[in-house]
């Protein structure tokens, strides 16, 4: 019964949080519609999501969203460089592919999110085998190295929560 009622109590807390800062006021009545809304959209999409995800490592997450939001700030700082300083000329974009080594759909789409919420990168697509992501940069002299540190900042700790 209490599956059919909250079927993914994590994504209701999520939309609960997330309708609170969206509204930007803490008042019950933004309180109240969004866990309104928690309860509503985890019921009505549970068909998409026939298993929970499973998290191997819960307060792994809080790690990785500080360094998610470090990064974040990095990459404006370094993107807001290269448009007030850098002539085109000397820019090097391209498109990196990055090897994953996760396997659970959930992850992935947490790594590609986080790959475009940073500034710089975009992730474009998935491999049909859902083995590599490609990923285009602003500038990335050293394709090899970005890879890399995306594996190593993100897809590491991913592994370590999802999987």
């Given at each position: 019964m209490l599956r059919?009622?909250?079927?993914?109590?994590?994504?209701?807390?999520?939309?609960?949080?997330?309708?609170?800062?969206l509204v930007n006021v803490i008042t019950l009545n933004a309180i109240v519609f969004g866990l309104i809304l928690?309860?509503?959209i985890p019921i009505i999409t549970a068909a998409y999501w026939p298993e929970r995800p499973?998290?191997?490592?819960?307060?792994?997450?809080?790690?990785?969203?500080?360094?998610?939001?470090?990064?974040?700030?990095?990459?404006?700082?370094?993107?807001?460089l290269i448009i007030l300083g850098?002539?085109?000329a000397d820019l090097q974009?391209?498109?990196?592919?990055?090897?994953?080594?996760?396997?659970?759909p959930e992850a992935i789409t947490v790594l590609a999110g986080t790959i475009t919420m940073t500034p710089g990168t975009v992730s474009s697509d998935?491999?049909?085998?859902g083995h590599a992501l490609l990923v285009?940069?602003?500038?990335?002299?050293?394709?090899?190295?970005?890879?890399?540190?995306?594996?190593?900042?993100?897809?590491?700790?991913?592994?370590?929560?999802?999987?």
């Open positions: 059919k009622v909250l079927p993914h109590p994590w994504l209701t807390l999520v939309v609960a949080v997330v309708w609170v800062m928690g309860f509503i499973t998290l191997r490592n819960p307060m792994m997450i809080i790690e990785y969203v500080l360094v998610v939001i470090l990064d974040i700030i990095r990459a404006n700082i370094q993107v807001s850098k002539r085109n974009p391209g498109w990196v592919t990055v090897p994953l080594d996760l396997r659970t998935l491999s049909d085998d285009h940069c602003l500038d990335a002299p050293d394709p090899d190295a970005v890879a890399a540190e995306i594996k190593d900042r993100y897809e590491r700790r991913l592994k370590e929560i999802f999987e």
